[in-house]
């Protein structure tokens, strides 16, 4: 139940993997929800996505830059996607293509197109596994509250794993094991090109390929190792990632919780969105269509019974478009209407370091560590607070008490407006704590404090501009 709408805002995401490119736009509602009273955006709708085109490379390698750009103006061409109106969003560079030496400088590029309010970043595996949960299942998780679930995000270039229950996310990872890292001509198998990672799998697996060779023959050697590897992703068996090629595809390893094993196993990503298709029986295009082993990969792991355990119970709602749907959909949360705003003049604050999570009664030596990471970091940074000693609500004088150990702090720093102090807390006590730990204004600080925005496990903040007191708040660098 929700209350009436507040006002419509747009919502924007950019996905650029190893194979494809994809972008969408939703508009949701700024409102209070009736039953929890926070704040949230209500209502999300799709009014604009494109259909996936494969992401450009230049001969070299490189991401081509000028196709992008032409992307994106084509894309801006559109009536219903217009920069001006984002609120929130994201881009993000995956797979392969974040390996590329100018992924960053293609993300600032979006960037500087779309504006400061949006995530911007390249080689972030563990947001990627995170987006893609939340894209494709976090629904379907909220509906079976108490069945946890694992979702393999498999594109061109990683499998991104994710776990969690009711919606919430424990555990997420990512691996080498993709679909393009072996490219052939199309519908042959005349290897055409192959990836770093698919050259060390090559020499692992004694396979002594070239150029132009024909490796049908070779072929099942290869997905055999793939879905062993996904496998031992999805059992947490940690020995098949102990020799030296094994430990070469972890890009960040998936740990999940031992009473997850049996969790229901869901696909995402381009592979995923295959596999789903054979689940109701539909025929796959034929040998290398796409120019690399997805097809065969997906026929593959269908056979395999453990890692389709689930494929006909438990169904995604977003499959290919898992990652763009998080970004669009679920990247940013809002805070309450009880923040605290020393300097409007400063926002919107980018790439923020997240520097602590603390208690509101921390030990003295924890609140000055924190504080002077906030001080030495170029603009500012901000500090999680996660309530009392146990979480939960604080009392009005345990407000008081940690606003006045941060006032002193701050004091004691000589803390100015040119360093942005951002704490984030789940309750609605902005306002109020804001007031205390500035002296009711007095001190030259530029304290932000954001209320009901709970806390996650990540590197990095942005901070949007506030709309009717409302601020979008985006983490990336999840851990």
Wanted: overall charge negative; aromatic content about 8%.
């Amino acid at each position: 139940m929700v209350n009436a709408a507040r006002e419509c805002v747009q919502m924007v995401g950019l996905d650029f993997g190893s194979t494809t490119t994809s972008a969408m736009v939703t508009e949701a509602q700024i409102e209070q929800n009736s039953v929890t009273g926070r704040m949230e955006l209500g209502h999300p709708k799709v009014i604009f996505q494109t259909e996936p085109c494969f992401t450009p490379f230049l001969a070299s390698g490189l991401i081509d830059h000028q196709k992008i750009s032409d992307l994106l103006d084509e894309w801006f061409a559109h009536e219903l996607f217009q920069p001006k109106n984002v609120f929130t969003g994201g881009t993000i560079i995956t797979g392969l293509a974040a390996e590329k030496r100018n992924a960053s400088a293609i993300a600032e590029m979006v960037k500087d197109r779309i504006g400061e309010t949006i995530i911007a970043t390249a080689a972030d595996p563990c947001l990627e596994s995170w987006l893609a949960f939340m894209g494709a299942v976090s629904y379907l998780s909220k509906c079976h509250d108490q069945i946890p679930i694992t979702n393999l995000d498999i594109g061109g270039g990683t499998t991104n794993p994710a776990l969690g229950i009711n919606g919430n996310i424990s555990s997420t990872g990512s691996y080498f094991i993709g679909a393009r890292h072996f490219r052939f001509r199309e519908g042959t198998y005349l290897l055409e090109s192959y990836s770093p990672y698919g050259k060390k799998l090559l020499e692992f697996l004694n396979l002594d390929l070239t150029i132009g060779d024909d490796i049908q023959n070779k072929i099942s050697k290869i997905l055999d190792y793939y879905v062993s590897g996904l496998e031992a992703i999805v059992t947490d068996n940690q020995e098949f990632f102990t020799n030296s090629q094994a430990t070469s595809i972890v890009q960040f390893p998936f740990h999940p919780a031992p009473n997850s094993v049996k969790s229901a196993i869901t696909f995402s990503g381009g592979v995923g969105e295959m596999l789903y298709k054979l689940a109701n029986g539909v025929e796959l295009p034929g040998k290398t269509f796409y120019g690399d082993l997805g097809i065969d990969l997906a026929y593959r792991i269908f056979a395999s019974p453990l890692l389709t355990r689930s494929i006909k119970k438990y169904i995604p709602e977003k499959m290919g478009r898992a990652t763009v749907s998080g970004l669009a959909l679920h990247s940013t949360e809002v805070s309450g209407t009880s923040v605290y705003i020393s300097d409007l003049s400063t926002m919107p604050l980018t790439d923020l370091p997240v520097v602590a999570k603390l208690s509101m009664a921390p030990e003295f030596s924890d609140l000055k560590h924190a504080l002077h990471l906030v001080s030495a970091s170029v603009s500012g940074a901000c500090v999680q607070i996660i309530g009392d000693k146990n979480g939960g609500i604080p009392s009005i004088s345990l407000i008081k008490e940690f606003g006045s150990k941060l006032a002193k702090e701050f004091r004691s720093l000589k803390l100015t407006r040119d360093k942005a102090v951002v704490l984030i807390i789940k309750y609605n006590i902005g306002k109020t704590l804001g007031n205390y730990a500035t002296e009711w204004g007095r001190l030259p600080v530029n304290l932000i404090v954001i209320d009901e925005v709970s806390e996650r496990n990540a590197h990095f903040v942005n901070i949007g501009k506030p709309k009717h007191q409302i601020i979008p708040v985006s983490y990336f660098g999840i851990h």
